[in-house]
């Protein structure tokens, strides 16, 4: 036998290597069910759930086992010890790949899925920073050191009891009857592989035939509807109401109302429950912030991942559209990013009037709290609300104004945060919670914090809102994007599960409605109510996804409710009083609880199947409505052939800062047509990148076109008050064109709106020597 031979590993260090992988995967579970205990979601560690856990990591190592096997043998066979390399490394990365998939599913409660093909980078950074920041790569460096050097220690080990084990059949053999064997066992979220879920998900969603064969070019073209569900409950007045809609994150039915999973935590929401059009079993379409927008204002389909992650928007109608072409002033209002999830983007092409996001608020508005790595999502709900009351408002025209709070959102420190602990300490005092919810409320006191705080700020909107225009003209609507995720939820549709409340002073009746509606029934609900007022603009024909919201005081389902879990997950279905959920059909109850049944499944699979074709038909082809039907139409801007060569040398479309960087070197290289040139191009796709709006007011400036630079200029503070850099270019196109008195008067604006006002002292006080040389005085103008 030669060198090279004796060198050479066989299966006898295979057979360790595998044993060594599922141990690791054994210590896993044991980390995630100890993990969910501690958070009061699990009742114990080892129990039966447990053990399913185990078999199906026995079934995973089984199957990677046999895939490996074929490679390790190869590479061997070619080099001692490539092979054993090679299947030593791929497994240690499948290792921290479940650790890290079992570190998600223990904070969010639900697996990682085929959603994570609907993110962008940006957005899983953006998340990650938020959920600790750097010190989640610090600790991610920790578990890998850890999952390895556990990895290794076992192989060690296993050296002294192989030979137990090698006297078995051939190890692939035994490795194949493990998995086939967990095939036939069941496994749910908590007890299947993570990696192999995530796996399974890919594949199947890649896979997925959703070919549609259309009856009708325009398979969602239906009347508006001419039922007006809620007129019977309204004394509307001789001018269009306003509109008011709040989007509360997180906001889940098991936190409010009576009868609530988790009572107590959302008093001021409790009290107008009961002062409303109460529909305590409304579903939100999405599970997740990103379909909230879309279904609530627009009864729109998903597409693949969501509406707002469409590359091109197809013709739509929305409650933004038609009530701007009948008059209203429109705007939206978040205390975050408006690029996060595309909002902007989807905001733009309603042709909204005002948007209000974090660039916004000035120096006058406190940030939340910020994460290790100094991230922090933006303003709280009171301060968001505090600068919207602050924002003048037309008394004679109507509006139609929709919040988004952010508050109840990891990482869940609300401004105050030791009070309202303590609130949520007496609480829990007072009232009489079994054990295990009383343990998960323990667990998690900075979530129910959050949702008091909220409450707490949306009492305060209430109150600021009768001081407004037109208050006793006003109809509010409050609901949920989605349930809490880190809470443990009873079942899968409480996921979707939210509250939907419509309050107003105009109300002549209250009332509680437990049948099923969904967010998809808003906006035509809405309309129809105004249209039998006033008669608006309509569109003769529509195309939404829901019809009117169910008035029934009793239980029932009666519609065909499709639901998104995540982005790219389309697996949940509501048909009258059947769900089917990842392909397990669920009867509902009045209670919102779930029973397995046996019955209509297939029409229930055929329902989704068909729903899924329809949805990437008309969003993908531009199905949903025809060019006439289409009020706004988002023109975007064009460039010929060789403007978009050039263009793609310098930018590969994925990074707009790095663009922008580019534009500004061309500028300084006085290459101004070419910067100019990518400035555009940068807004078109991002057009809340308000570097490249300053540069297009300093080139316009450096050009001598003054009037055009100072009008961008203007609209750039307009839009983002707090931005220094605004404010600098100005002072120095004024200084240019002579504008002595409008530097002067920048002069206020600044210190009023930006806290970086000292950055630029050297301009605020050249334009007050200018000022006071060529005799200008303003007598509003702050001090130094």
């Known amino acids: 036998m030669n060198t090279s031979q004796l060198d050479r590993y066989t299966l006898k260090q295979y057979t360790r290597l595998m044993i060594s992988f599922f141990g690791c995967l054994f210590v896993l579970s044991i980390v995630q069910y100890t993990t969910l205990y501690f958070k009061g979601v699990v009742d114990g560690i080892f129990n039966t759930s447990f053990l399913i856990a185990v078999f199906h990591q026995i079934g995973f190592t089984a199957v990677t086992g046999i895939i490996l096997v074929i490679p390790f043998n190869f590479w061997e066979n070619l080099r001692p010890r490539y092979g054993f390399n090679l299947v030593f490394v791929l497994l240690s990365f499948l290792l921290i790949t479940e650790a890290m998939l079992i570190s998600y599913y223990c904070t969010t409660l639900v697996p990682l899925g ?37 990895f290794i220690g076992l192989y060690r080990i296993t050296s002294k009891f192989y030979h137990r084990i090698s006297k078995m059949y051939p190890f692939t053999i035994v490795l194949f009857s493990l998995f086939v064997a967990t095939l036939f066992t069941e496994g749910k979220p908590i007890n299947q592989n993570k990696t192999q879920y995530l796996a399974v998900n890919l594949y199947t969603t890649s896979t997925e035939d959703h070919s549609y064969t259309a009856d009708v070019e325009y398979p969602l073209i239906k009347r508006p509807s001419s039922e007006n569900a809620l007129g019977d409950y309204f004394e509307l007045k001789d001018q269009k109401p306003n509109i008011v809609f709040i989007m509360v994150e ?38 997740r912030t990103f379909g909230v927008l879309p279904s609530l204002l627009g009864s729109l389909p998903f597409g693949k991942s969501g509406f707002m992650e469409l590359e091109e928007y197809p013709n739509k109608l929305t409650l933004y559209t038609i009530l701007k072409n009948n008059g209203y002033h429109t705007s939206f209002y978040q205390g975050t990013n408006s690029s996060f999830d595309n909002v902007e983007k989807f905001l733009r092409s309603e042709n909204i009037d005002f948007v209000l996001d974090k660039s916004g608020f000035g120096k006058n508005y406190e940030l939340a709290a910020e994460t290790s790595a100094g991230f922090t999502w933006g303003y709280p709900d009171k301060e968001l609300f505090k600068k919207t009351m602050s924002i003048p408002r037309e008394k004679e025209q109507p509006r139609l104004e929709v919040y988004m709070t952010i508050s109840t959102h990891e990482p869940f420190t609300p401004p105050n945060q030791e009070h309202y602990e303590g609130i949520v300490e007496k609480i829990i005092g007072k009232r009489n919670y079994d054990s295990k919810k009383q343990k998960v409320i323990e667990k998690n006191d900075n979530v129910f914090a959050s949702l008091l705080y909220t409450d707490d700020a949306l009492k305060w909107l209430f109150e600021a809102y ?38 107003s002073p105009m109300l002549k009746n209250t009332r509680k409605m437990s049948a099923i509606s969904s967010h998809f029934d808003v906006t035509p609900t ?25 008035m029934n005081k009793e239980f029932r389902s009666t519609k065909d409710i499709p639901l998104m879990r995540n982005k790219n997950e ?75 060569v050039w263009i793609n040398s310098v930018y590969n479309g994925k990074n707009s800062d790095k663009a922008y960087l580019t534009a500004r070197e061309l500028a300084f290289e006085k290459e101004y047509d070419r910067s100019l040139l990518l400035c555009r191009y940068i807004l078109s796709e991002v057009p809340g990148n308000i570097d490249a709006r300053i540069l297009t007011g300093r080139i316009n400036g450096w050009r001598g076109n003054y009037e055009a630079s100072i ?48 950055e630029i002292q050297d301009k605020i006080t050249r334009a007050k020597t200018l000022a006071k040389k060529n005799h200008i005085v303003l007598n509003s103008v702050g001090p130094n």
């Not at 809405?526 to 169910?550: C, F, Q």
Request: aromatic share 12%; hydrophobic share 40%.
């Open 466 to 503: 009768k001081k407004q225009p037109n208050y006793d003209n006003t109809i509010f609507i409050v609901t949920g994007d989605h349930r809490l995720i880190p809470i443990p939820q009873r079942n899968t549709i409480s996921r979707f599960h939210v509250p939907l409340i419509i309050y």
């Open 114 to 150: 085929s959603d994570l093909l609907g993110y962008s980078y940006s957005d899983i950074k953006m998340t990650i920073a938020n959920s600790g920041g750097t010190a989640m790569y610090f600790y991610l460096f920790i578990g890998i050191v850890i999952i390895v050097a556990l």
């Open 570 to 644: 389309l697996k949940d279905y509501v048909s009258e009083a059947k769900f089917i959920s990842g392909g397990s059909i669920f009867e509902i109850d009045e209670n919102m609880d779930l029973s397995s049944t046996f019955s209509g499944g297939s029409k229930l699979e055929s329902k989704l199947d068909n729903f899924m074709a329809m949805n990437a038909y008309v969003t993908t082809n531009n199905k949903i409505i025809p060019d006439s039907l289409a009020i706004f139409t988002l023109q975007k801007e064009k460039f010929t052939e060789a403007e978009i």
């Open 250 to 287: 997180g906001l889940g039915r098991d936190f409010v109302g009576e009868g609530a999973e988790y009572e107590g935590f959302t008093p001021f929401l409790d009290s107008l429950t009961t002062k409303s059009l109460y529909w305590e079993n409304c579903l939100s379409n999405t599970g």
């Open 711 to 758: 009008k961008i200029l203007k609209e750039c503070i307009k839009t983002v008050p707090e931005y220094i850099d605004s404010y600098a270019a100005l002072f120095d196109v004024y200084y240019w064109s002579g504008g002595y008195k409008e530097g002067l008067e920048l002069i206020e604006l600044v210190q009023q709106n930006s806290s970086s006002a000292n």
């Open 526 to 550: 809405i309309l129809s109510l105004l249209n039998s007022s006033y008669e608006l603009k309509m569109p003769k024909r529509v195309a939404w996804m829901g019809n009117t919201l169910d």
